[in-house]
């Protein structure tokens, strides 16, 4: 499903990725660890098109990313790319039904239909009594199930997570992670995410750490 080949990435006359290759495949859930600083972050701003490489290619769902406009890799990234930060982004104005089918109103898609699958995601969630609520009436816990649902609007081929359990209590961060096997067995979405948490890191079909840069491979670790 995903392909990086050659990834490298500079900052000023800092080297972050060093030459990352690495595949996904459909459905699985991969974890990235690694130390602060060593690429984690800045390697999944790239796989998820948030930032460009210096050098390399990303191939997602057969496309090659970087070779879209801007226009169209917009498109692209809001149906095939879901997105969950260690900070929930919800927009506090609005309900979480609001907040959920934000990205597929973006998307064109019909307001009902958008709509009905927000209500149906937030009840697989456990969020079925809390659709009304503005996300200052929500739990840290239910705010980012909340982030989780909206993620998962568009039925993304992929979802990134940027440390999303990173903000949340053990018991919460627990229940976060088990929620994205539920999540993979009952729609089959693919999780890519970073995170500091070995609890997770362990749970994961599999684990990549960076380390100056680059991709340890198992002889290495």
Not at 73 to 79: E, I, M, P, V
């Given at each position: ?202 749970m994961a079909d599999r684990t990549l750490e960076i380390q100056d840069g680059m991709v340890l491979t198992d002889a290495e670790k």
């Open positions: 499903m995903l392909k990086a080949t050659g990834i490298k990435k500079k900052y000023g006359n800092l080297e972050v990725l060093k030459g990352i290759d690495l595949e996904i495949a459909k459905g699985e859930v991969v974890s990235i660890v690694g130390a602060s600083g060593a690429g984690k972050s800045t390697l999944l701003h790239i796989l998820g098109s948030l930032d460009t490489p210096d050098e390399g290619t990303i191939e997602l769902s057969g496309k090659d990313v970087f070779k879209l406009a801007s226009t169209q890799l917009a498109s692209f990234r809001n149906k095939e790319i879901g997105f969950v930060f260690q900070f929930h982004n919800l927009l506090p104005e609005f309900t979480a039904l609001e907040n959920v089918c934000i990205p597929g109103y973006i998307g064109g898609r019909n307001d009902d239909d958008v709509a009905k699958r927000a209500k149906e995601l937030l009840q697989l969630l456990g969020l079925g009594a809390r659709l009304d609520h503005k996300p200052s009436a929500l739990s840290g816990g239910e705010q980012q199930r909340t982030a989780i649902a909206r993620a998962l609007i568009n039925s993304p081929s992929i979802v990134f997570g940027d440390e999303p359990s990173g903000n949340l209590d053990s018991k919460n961060a627990n229940e976060l992670h088990n929620l994205f096997f539920k999540i993979r067995e009952e729609l089959g979405h693919t999780f890519v995410i970073v995170t500091h948490n070995e609890e997770f890191a362990a």
